[in-house]
């Protein structure tokens, strides 16, 4: 096992389902014939290296190969990343949890059989739950999402964290696919329209893990580890999911509420050890405790309230510590089930990361 991830080279770079086309790595041609312009596109640009994504419709299923895709943010909570190369590298399931989420990520919501050797980077190595044509509303609700920008180049607005772990585990990469939802498509906009557009729909996040404005010719050119500043703000946000607040459908809603921790300090970190498992959830249970007192009309960062941010009304759902899910979050490594917290402390420890 790599002791850390490499560097590896990278291209530059709604929920009705409109068209779906295939989830396994294929070979594309430009559309539309030479000397042609392509169908569904008001501009010709069979020349770009994106060609393959130039006609893409709000609403369609996107096979994309990871390596294209553009980032909208300029960091990622390295310890998601950690946690999940650490349950698809160490994992104790009985079927590694990352066909699992390659499943959920292509709109088919979990692994149905898994082959012996099974792979990533052979999709005929295993099946998920729901054939492709078979997505329901809620599956396709579940996937992450890209906008197809200027000469059909494809940018994530939803699943860094998730295509990162994709790239860096050992049978992914960069030609790894995954289908992607299409948000809009602003192929036919100037760069500087595009953004404007990208801005206006907070599509896009622009503030480094110091809080620091980034330009967006800074943006990073792909996914992987190496391209991402770590924001360990963002870190912790993970981790109290489902303890302090709920996921929603808000982009970039956990880098607001890290700005928040950042900015307004609303708990003492200063003795918050990152590769401590006792420290970690102190620190976790703190911050988690904090959010869900806060009233829901305070508004936390960017005009956004806490209900907007999905702060709970009890801490961990009105359950002690000793259950839901702060108690999962608990369970060391030695557990038969361990917690996220585990999996990536032990990933750092074995890889020399901490």
Not at 8 to 31: D, H, N
Not at 267 to 285: E, H, K, M
């Amino acid at each position: 096992m790599r002791s850390i991830p490499p560097s590896r080279r990278t291209a530059a770079l709604g929920a009705a389902v409109v068209a779906v086309i295939v989830s396994a790595p294929v070979a594309y041609a430009a559309p539309g014939a030479p000397g042609t312009r392509p169908p569904q596109c008001g501009h010709d640009n069979r020349s770009t290296p994106f060609a393959q994504y130039l006609c893409a419709e709000p609403g369609r299923l996107l096979d994309v190969r990871i390596g294209d895709v553009h980032p909208t943010q300029p960091a990622l909570g390295y310890d998601e990343v950690y946690y999940k190369l650490g349950r698809y590298t160490l994992g104790k399931d009985a079927v590694n949890k990352k066909f699992a989420d390659w499943c959920e990520a292509d709109g088919r919501v979990d692994a149905a059989t898994v082959q012996p050797g099974a792979r990533l980077d052979d999709p005929s190595s295993f099946t998920c739950k729901l054939p492709v044509g078979a997505e329901t509303a809620d599956s396709v609700a579940a996937m992450k999402t890209v906008v197809i920008g200027p000469h059909g180049e494809p940018f994530l607005t939803d699943g860094h964290h998730t295509l990162t772990s994709f790239y860096e585990t050992p049978d992914g990469g960069a030609n790894l696919h995954v289908r992607l939802r299409v948000l809009a498509n602003y192929s036919n906009l100037t760069r500087q329209d595009f953004w404007d557009r990208m801005q206006a729909n907070k599509w896009v996040y622009l503030r480094g893990p110091e809080g620091d404005q980034v330009k967006v010719n800074k943006l990073p050119t792909g996914v992987g580890l190496a391209n991402f500043r770590d924001d360990k703000y963002r870190s912790l946000l993970y981790f109290g999911r489902d303890i302090g607040y709920t996921q929603n459908s808000l982009p970039f809603q956990e880098f607001y509420w890290g700005s928040w921790v950042r900015d307004a300090k609303p708990v003492d970190l200063s003795g918050w050890n990152r590769n401590d498992l006792g420290s970690y959830l102190a620190t976790v249970q703190g911050l988690t405790r904090t959010i869900a007192a806060l009233p829901k009309t305070s508004v936390v960062d960017s005009g956004f309230t806490a209900a907007d941010l999905g702060a709970l009304d009890q801490w961990n759902a009105g359950k002690p510590a000793t259950k839901g899910e702060f108690d999962k979050l608990s369970k060391p490594y030695s557990d038969a089930k361990p917690g996220k917290l585990a999996y990536a402390l032990e990933y750092k420890r074995i890889n020399g990361l901490g």
